[in-house]
């Protein structure tokens, strides 16, 4: 007698989790990328900002963000880079993102060791929540979770 082994399914990944935690531009950039790119796909997609990742959603600061030392080029050259090549500012993209229903979080925890308020948020559809919402987020078998 043959044993059939009971065949499982993968669960479908339907839904994008991303911790967006460095301040720069090249970090930001792939970060909302994928976000935008995952939302015309129709999946959930939830960008969780914490520690550098909160200079982009902090008013005065976000404007300020510049590329990291590794990528080997200054602020002006990364932004004409992106505008030769026809790309969005972050700025526009983190809109962009909001309005095909990207959620935008900031971590609470982040937000209290630096005194941020939600006033000083950039983006006013940006949800507070703590660690303990993005792991439960994080740990849906139906997600693809990223740390950028």
Avoid: H
Wanted: glycine share 8%.
């Amino acid at each position: 007698m043959v044993n059939a082994a009971k065949e499982t399914k993968a669960p479908v990944k339907n839904k994008l989790v991303m911790v967006v935690s460095k301040g720069t531009l090249d970090a930001a950039y792939p970060a909302m990328i994928l976000a935008t790119t995952a939302a015309a796909q129709g999946m959930e997609v939830y960008m969780y900002f914490t520690f550098g990742g909160m200079k982009l959603l902090t008013k005065g600061q976000a404007e300020t963000v510049g590329p990291s030392k590794d990528l080997g080029l200054t602020s002006d050259e990364l932004k004409g880079l992106v505008n030769k090549g026809g790309m969005p500012t972050i700025d526009q993209m983190l809109k962009m993102a909001v309005e095909s229903g990207v959620r935008i979080n900031a971590c609470s925890p982040t937000m209290k060791l630096f005194g941020t308020t939600k006033a000083n948020l950039t983006i006013p559809e940006t949800e507070v929540v703590g660690a303990a919402t993005f792991l439960e987020w994080a740990s849906d078998p139906s997600a693809i979770t990223l740390f950028i």
